[in-house]
């Protein structure tokens, strides 16, 4: 019953080219979503977000889109570059309980070839 | 400033044995959060500390496990007695605030259980 999917496990991209990762979601509840990326060893780390309220949120090569009518969001890393390479992970918050805790998808390997 | 700091890296144990796993949350965060990843799956949360409260524990997997944070500060999760299902990278992440723009969790390495 996962309700934040990445359905990609993987993806391969040319250095300079643009990286497109999907997530799709099943809880209407969600209202705020974020892109967290993750390298070998050590804890995901923060990248984007954005608001239910907005459909488009950028920041330098990062810009995420948001279709709430499809459940769906997705990341855009334009242009791609070899440090990109990593694990990037889907999350959304819901008002459960006021706590708004994220819940996580299972994440998408980017590898960006030089 | 420090970040999550999180101890072991990694522990290898056998099945029944017990483990505990620490984590030092950055300073002046009352949030904790325990979420574990198992190979190649969703980082699924466990449980959620505000200070020294248990504020959410519905990810707790069954009563093997179980989760402290005395006077507020570090947390600890002790599994006991250990199971292979058990086995996963075990992450830490604190947060000054809660709420949906909140802003985000601050992860550390994570802990690797192996559990043979």
């Known amino acids: 019953d996962q309700q934040v999917k990445q359905n990609s496990p993987s993806l391969s991209v040319q250095e300079g080219r643009i990286s497109i990762l999907n997530c799709d979601y099943t809880?209407?509840?969600?209202?705020?979503f974020l892109w967290y990326k993750k390298y070998p060893a050590e804890g995901p780390t923060f990248l984007i977000s954005?608001?239910?309220?907005?459909d488009k949120n950028e920041d330098g090569r990062f810009t995420v889109f948001l279709n709430k009518s499809a459940k769906h969001l997705s990341l855009h890393i334009v242009p791609s570059q070899p440090g990109d390479s990593a694990v990037y992970f889907c999350?959304?918050?819901?008002?459960?309980?006021?706590?708004?805790?994220?819940?996580f998808g299972r994440g998408t390997s980017l590898i960006v070839h030089p | 400033e420090a970040g999550v700091t999180q101890f072991p890296s990694h522990s290898v144990i056998e099945k029944g044995q017990t483990v505990t796993l620490r984590c030092d949350p950055i300073s002046g965060h009352d949030n904790l959060y325990w979420y574990r990843r198992v190979m190649g799956k969703e980082i699924k949360f466990l449980l959620h500390?505000?200070?020294?409260?248990?504020?959410?524990e519905s990810g707790m997997p069954n009563n093997r496990f179980l989760a402290e944070r005395t006077g507020g500060t570090y947390s600890t999760l002790k599994v006991q007695p250990a199971e292979l299902e058990d086995s996963g990278v075990y992450f830490c992440?604190?947060?000054?605030?809660?709420?949906?723009?909140?802003?985000?969790?601050?992860f550390g390495e994570g802990s690797r259980l192996t559990v043979l």
């Open positions: 809880n209407s509840m969600f209202d705020y």
């Open positions: 500390f505000v200070k020294e409260s248990k504020q959410d």
């Open positions: 999350a959304a918050k819901a008002p459960q309980g006021g706590s708004y805790i994220p819940t």
């Open positions: 992440a604190s947060s000054h605030i809660t709420g949906a723009y909140a802003g985000e969790l601050f």
């Open positions: 954005i608001s239910s309220i907005k």
